[in-house]
């Protein structure tokens, strides 16, 4: 029951069978993704924006939590790639009437869904999903828990390549959330297992796991040191509710102590590029001269999320395909 | 009533520890108890004889703690299924905690638990009384009551107490009628709601964990107030090497206090949730490698005196689900024996001392005339063959719960006959 990330994502060629976790896929697949998704980048751009590559398939959105940007981006890809989208918002359904996660992923799977784009709450969900879906059933993780967000980090590292061609030499900061951040796990993977020469945390110990370097990251709790002469800078968004516990006093003194300014963002390498997944809070995480400011690349970070899923989405169905042919033979 | 039978097991090599007794010798049994080891006593005429040549003849198993899951939960397991999966683990004592539903908080539910095994036949069953009334953690439940139907100590189980004055007074109110008080050492709000380690491996995967401190500064807390109370306290279930010093600490100074660790605990880490398969879900969480070392130390030294089970079968369902969101525990009172015996075949220590932990240690602190095969005493025996080797499979379990994480492990020896005062309730060669 108990497989390793490695064996239960890939197939025996290290093809890309479900894709839930940056964890144990290695920097070969990673390129490999970044590499697809370059391709996939024109077809927005056209006036037909649709590849025949996933046609007569269908993919399945399945929200157990609230998302626009990413069940949006998603929907897009598979639609780009010719497949039929079913979005399911089932945190408002199924679950309210006491159905478990199996019986809802039964009876999709009744319908002949060929792939499962999973978002949940609970930390595991994608890979419980993937180890339940019948053979020839992708899944791909949409964000589970605290553990992963993979195809958030896959576009990350994207708009990084197209802003600085090469992974090694990077300095990384990565400030604020990390505790909570799905977002911050897979990036953190993803940024070292690509060869970047340094990724720092930057956050108040509230907001740190316990022992944050065992992650592979230096740990900065002063902002000015924290993202000095660093080439990128990625700000987390702070949830709200984090505010109520005895995790942080105010958003004032956040914003004061780990806000991104203009003043603090001339303390970085002078062509540093400023990330955020999305959405921002404005005066919370970055001022807003910052956010609309020429060193910001959030927007393309929404534009490349739609290229990295399809990539994603075609490689996982191209895999599921050749091992359902393996099963006909 | 039937006349017991008398019984002469011949040729095992008997351990008893509490008699420092470790021989190949034979045991007579009449009446229902322990007659003699070693010589034929005059005149004694067995009815059944038991060749135990190449076995090891021990005292039967105490449990101190296994969820039976009746009253309440019978979907997950019943005292019947439950008992009877106990036998064939060498298990003849079995104590269940009081979160049950109704809750083991009335001399009514005491009685019908007891009646329930009584009518199964297969082990002694002991209940623990709820510390409160409802397990609610506020109000104390009738302990005088609950003593005299049979409670053999309270506890609060999984429930936290509303706090630390409650605490006390449960304490004192306990010691009065010289009742055990057993406590899950856990603080509420350090532990907030996670289900792994707080350490490398859940800060990887993602999973909300439960600091080591839970459980040392809850440790802390109730030896001040055992102190203070005069009451005589048992730590159940430790899971971190810390806990285990001060507990070392404690007995130093001359503290009236016991502990004892779930066999899991004593092998299995944090990095076996790696792949999320939640039936490594169990609180306390697994914990570091250090810690389970330490946790070893304690067992070997007697610092920690019991190795128990804290058997919780499910069903299939309650573990199917993403990690976080299964019910924690694991279905242990098959792999209580074989697991702890692995230990001496790991050299953390020798066979009498690991018996003891089962036996003898157990009894000690309940204040039982059990565990030991001195004459006079109850005959319940367990025989197990140190040669037979044989691998976990959930499916071949006989508890109702699968739930095991040691799928696929191999165990070092196997149970072939356990007795209940002097009545044999289970043979490997008529199970199978």
Redesign the interface.
């Known amino acids: 029951?108990?497989?390793?990330?490695a064996e239960?994502q890939l197939d025996e060629a290290g093809r890309l069978l479900h894709f839930l976790t940056i964890?144990g896929l290695g920097r070969e697949m990673l390129t490999e993704i970044l590499d697809t998704a370059e391709g996939f980048t024109g077809v927005s751009e056209r006036t037909i924006k649709k590849v025949p590559l996933c046609r007569g398939k269908v993919v399945a959105n399945l929200f157990f939590e609230t998302s626009t940007r990413t069940r949006t981006t998603f929907e897009l890809a598979a639609k780009r790639l010719s497949a039929d989208v079913l979005n399911l918002n089932i945190s408002a359904s199924a679950t309210s009437k006491g159905e478990?996660?199996?019986d809802t992923l039964r009876n999709l799977e009744a319908m002949h869904v060929d792939m499962f784009v999973v978002r949940?709450a609970?930390?595991?969900?994608a890979?419980?999903i993937a180890q339940?879906a019948d053979r020839g059933v992708g899944v791909i993780n949409a964000g589970?828990?605290?553990?992963?967000h993979p195809t958030q980090a896959m576009l990350d590292m994207f708009t990084i390549r197209r802003h600085k061609r090469e992974f090694v030499g990077l300095r990384v900061a990565i400030v604020g959330d990390i505790l909570h951040s799905?977002v911050a796990?897979s990036q953190i993977l993803a940024l070292n297992s690509l060869g970047v020469s340094e990724v720092r945390v930057v956050a108040p110990r509230t907001l740190l796991?316990?022992?944050?370097r065992?992650?592979g990251v230096h740990v900065y709790h002063d902002m000015d040191e924290g993202i000095r002469d660093v080439d990128v800078i990625i700000m987390l968004r702070l949830q709200k509710e984090r505010m109520k516990g005895a995790l942080l006093p105010s958003e004032h003194e956040y914003f004061s102590l780990f806000g991104l300014t203009e003043r603090r963002l001339a303390l970085a390498d002078s062509e540093a590029i400023v990330m955020h997944p999305g959405p921002i809070n404005r005066g919370v995480e970055m001022d807003s001269q910052v956010a609309d400011g020429s060193k910001s690349v959030i927007l393309q970070q929404v534009s490349y999320g739609i290229a990295i899923r399809m990539a994603v989405i075609s490689m996982v169905i191209g895999t599921q395909n050749l091992r359902m042919q393996d099963v006909a033979v | 009533m039937k006349k017991k039978k008398n019984i002469s097991i011949l040729g095992g090599r008997v351990i008893d520890p509490a008699n420092d007794l470790d021989r190949v010798t034979d045991l007579h049994i009449a009446g229902g108890k322990i007659l003699a080891v070693g010589e034929t006593p005059e005149g004694f005429q067995p009815d059944q004889t038991i060749d135990a040549t190449g076995q090891v003849v021990c005292p039967g198993i105490i449990d101190l703690c296994a969820h039976l899951r009746e009253p309440g939960a019978e979907h997950k397991a019943t005292i019947a299924s439950e008992t009877a999966a106990a036998t064939s683990g060498g298990i003849t004592t079995l104590c269940c905690p009081p979160d049950t539903l109704p809750v083991i908080d009335t001399p009514a539910v005491t009685g019908q638990i007891r009646h329930k095994a009584r009518k199964a036949g297969f082990c002694r069953l002991l209940p623990q009384g709820a510390v409160t009334h409802d397990l609610d953690g506020s109000r104390l439940s009738e302990m005088a009551a609950l003593k005299s139907a049979g409670c053999v100590a309270v506890t609060n189980a999984y429930t936290p107490l509303a706090n630390t004055l409650v605490q006390r007074r449960a304490m004192e109110y306990a010691a009065t009628f010289g009742l055990l008080t057993i406590i899950r050492p856990e603080d509420q709000y350090l532990s907030n709601h996670g289900c792994a380690h707080e350490g490398r491996v859940a800060d990887r995967m993602g999973l909300l964990g439960i600091p080591e401190a839970a459980e040392t500064v809850a440790v802390a807390r109730d030896l001040a107030l055992a102190e203070t109370t005069g009451a005589v306290i048992h730590f159940h279930t430790l899971s971190s090497a810390s806990a285990a010093r001060t507990m070392a600490w404690a007995k130093r100074e001359g503290r009236r206090v016991s502990a004892d660790v779930a066999i899991h605990q004593l092998h299995l880490t944090e990095m076996d949730l790696e792949g999320f398969d939640s039936n490594f879900h169990v609180r306390p969480p697994l914990r570091t490698d250090t810690d389970r070392d330490g946790l070893r130390d304690a067992v070997a030294n007697n610092v920690i005196q019991v190795i128990c089970s804290d058997h919780q079968p499910h069903e299939a369902d309650a573990k199917a689900a993403p990690f976080p969101d299964t019910e924690p525990g694991i279905s242990g009172l098959e792999t209580l024996l074989p697991l702890t015996l692995k230990l001496v075949e790991q050299d953390v220590m020798d066979l009498s001392s690991a018996i003891a932990r089962l036996t003898c240690g157990p009894a000690e602190i309940l204040g039982l005339p059990l565990g030991t095969l001195s004459p006079g005493r109850a005959a319940d025996i367990c025989i197990y063959d140190p040669e037979q080797r044989w691998f976990v499979e959930a499916d071949a379990l006989l508890s109702r719960g699968k739930n095991t994480p040691f799928q696929g492990w191999e165990m070092p020896a196997r149970v072939t006959h356990t007795l209940l005062k002097g009545r044999l309730v289970y043979s490997f060669a008529i199970n199978e």
């Open positions: 029951m108990s497989r390793s990330n239960l964890d478990t996660l199996l949940h609970s930390t595991g969900a890979h419980f339940h589970d828990g605290r553990h992963a799905r796990r796991p316990a022992d944050a065992s992650l």
